[in-house]
């Protein structure tokens, strides 16, 4: 394993926990800076993360600039979406995308670990 893979392992536990944290935090209707702060840090990376991840050969800052751009993109969509429809629902929006994001997550921590092996 190469420090590329212990850092894309590292990346994908702590974003699908910060994702998971963020939709259960929502759902419970749970206010404050906290959740704000973990709201934020899983939109603005997480679902993109989640894509990006997989560039072949991208350098650590590629992958965080389009990770970056991709859930940022992702978020403007589904916010669009929602208003086309009449259906404002940001919570059940960041569930979505964090569900959505969990099995590439997961795959990622999957993928990284059998290359240790």
Do not use: K
């Amino acid at each position: 394993m190469n420090a590329s893979d212990g850092l894309r392992r590292y990346c994908a536990g702590a974003l699908l926990v910060i994702g998971m944290l963020a939709a259960v935090l929502a759902t419970a209707e749970v206010g404050g800076p906290v959740r704000l702060l973990i709201t934020l840090v899983f939109l603005l990376v997480g679902p993109g993360w989640a894509v990006a991840a997989y560039l072949p050969g991208a350098s650590a800052a590629l992958t965080w600039a389009a990770a970056t751009a991709v859930s940022i993109a992702l978020s403007i969509v589904v916010a669009q979406v929602m208003l086309m429809l009449g259906a404002w629902h940001p919570t059940r929006a960041l569930v979505l995308l964090a569900a959505a994001s969990a099995p590439l997550l997961v795959h990622h921590l999957v993928r990284t670990t059998r290359a240790a092996s």
